[in-house]
């Protein structure tokens, strides 16, 4: 559309197509059907349990789905193992973040570039990732256990980076951290967005920051796509307000009441 930003008019890049996958007889995701174009950010809404982390699970190949398909750049990646889903482009930053407790700083960016032999290239990227994340370069030395939750969040991004992926998938990347951090947070991944291009698939409960990130939005209740559209239109859907950004049902009653007489003038 021609309102749309440029970054939703690339090529897709990921294409869900009907996917389900269960953990044992539980049932996580129901006929998932979604697109991601190069270059944009895209957001998965939902409440805990609605299926938003098996989603990137089964992209990333932790877990294989029953039934669909998922095409990364035109290849079907379903059911490959996940070390062949790095090598092909995609990074999983984990929620909880999972860094290497007992590794340095360093070490734990090194394990990021373990498929990559190019070492003055791994180098310049470490800098890189420094240049984004500065308590890193202060850090590097240390053992990563031993940082805050928002440093460990930051050293888990640019752990992932550091593969140098086209695809970078961010599983609640804003849980529980302070409002300041993640606003810190946020900015960087904007950044490293729009001067990288990297394409990213953000699922988030912070609906507020994930919809002010993204471009374009699915919402997910109970394993199944209820809603998608751009975010700017999202944040204008009367329930998206009352359910997700904490606006009671009279307030958007009353500020639609009062668009209509601002027109009205």
């Not at 850090?139 to 440093?151: D, N």
């Amino acid at each position: 559309m021609a309102d749309e930003p440029n970054r939703l008019s690339g090529d897709v890049i990921l294409r869900l197509s009907n996917i389900e996958a269960s953990y044992g007889p539980v049932q996580a995701i129901r006929g998932i059907s979604l697109e991601v174009r190069e270059g944009s950010i895209v957001t998965v809404l939902g409440a805990n349990g609605a299926g938003k982390t098996t989603i990137l699970k089964t992209i990333s190949g932790i877990i294989d789905p029953q039934k669909g398909g998922i095409w990364f750049d035109g290849d079907e990646i379903a059911r490959r193992d996940p070390d062949w889903v790095v090598r092909r482009g995609i990074s999983h930053v984990p929620e909880g973040r999972e860094v290497f407790p007992m590794l340095t700083v360093l070490d734990n960016l090194l394990m990021g570039a373990y498929t990559r032999r190019d070492r003055d290239a791994v180098q310049a990227d470490i800098d890189r990732m420094c240049g984004y994340f500065p308590i890193l370069a202060e850090r590097r030395h240390q053992e990563a256990g031993q940082l805050s939750g928002g440093q460990q969040q930051m050293l888990a991004i640019a752990r992932a980076l550091m593969s140098r992926p086209r695809l970078l998938l961010l599983d609640e990347p804003s849980l529980g951290l302070s409002p300041k951090l993640v606003g810190e947070i946020f900015a960087i991944i904007r950044r490293v967005n729009a001067e990288e291009g990297t394409t990213m698939l953000l699922v988030e409960q912070n609906a507020k920051t994930a919809l002010a990130t993204a471009d374009f939005g699915y919402v997910l209740e109970v394993g199944r796509i209820v809603m998608e559209d751009t975010c700017e239109r999202l944040m204008e859907k009367e329930d998206i307000k009352e359910f997700y950004l904490g606006i009671k049902a009279d307030a958007v009653r009353g500020e639609r009441r009062w668009k209509r007489k601002k027109q009205w003038r």
